[in-house]
T-cell receptor
């Protein structure tokens, strides 16, 4: 069965520090998709990125970058030069795509990031 | 308005009462989902639907009922509310099961 583990429950950093949020997943499928979502204090869930299992290229979007490593079943998220507005709960999620049909997203328990000015 | 909307945003109900949470999306997405968010548990799937009239259980379906007679609506009913169902409920939709899901604003439900 699919599973996502975010071992860091809470992280606190000072503004401008870099921070990495860890995500480890478990799946038996060779085809799957990984996601990151952000939940700011206002409560909505904001999609950040989707990555499929066949694409191990790292991705960078502004101050955000993602490191996907199949060898360690990890999909880590790094924020460079953190800002107060990055304070939020971040969720990693996994969806399998077996031939029998796609599976809904399974979420990790989230990591609460606090960026202190 | 385009997007996915949930109603009500806040609800207080008594133990034993039936409650229905509404979810409406305007994208004509095939898939719709209900999650609940609880401290220490993250987001857990209650039910999902791949298309109209097709629904399936998620991780925590007990005590909940869903229906999907129209593609755009996916109501969640608590048949007899219990205090353990106090939670924030999120509805979401996606084009396909493995594509990114877009979430509603959430419904904060308190069962007293």
């Amino acid at each position: 069965a699919q599973k996502v583990t975010q071992a860091q429950t809470e992280i606190s950093v000072v503004e401008k520090e870099d921070v990495t949020l860890d995500c480890v997943y478990e799946t038996r499928d060779t085809t799957y998709y990984l996601f990151w979502y952000k939940q700011p204090p206002s409560g909505e869930l904001v999609f950040l990125i989707r990555r499929n299992s066949f694409d191990e290229q790292n991705e960078i979007s502004g101050r955000y970058s993602w490191n996907f490593q199949k060898s360690t079943s990890s999909f880590n998220f790094t924020i460079t030069a953190s800002q107060v507005v990055d304070s939020a709960v971040y969720f990693c999620a996994l969806s399998e795509a077996p031939k029998t049909g796609n599976t809904p997203l399974v979420f990790g328990k989230g990591t609460r990031l606090s960026v202190i000015a | 308005d385009a997007g996915i909307t949930q109603s009500p945003r806040y609800k207080i109900t008594e133990t034993g009462r039936q409650v229905t949470l509404m979810c409406h999306q305007t994208w004509s997405h095939s898939y719709m989902f209900w999650y609940r968010q609880d401290l220490g548990h993250g987001l857990r799937l209650i039910y999902y639907s791949a298309a109209a009239d097709i629904t399936d259980k998620g991780e925590v379906p007990d005590g909940y009922v869903v229906s999907r007679s129209k593609t755009e609506n996916f109501p969640l009913t608590l048949e007899s509310a219990t205090r353990s169902q106090t939670s924030v409920y999120f509805c979401a939709s996606s084009v396909r099961g493995f594509s990114e899901a877009f979430f509603g604003q959430g419904t904060r439900l308190t069962v007293v």
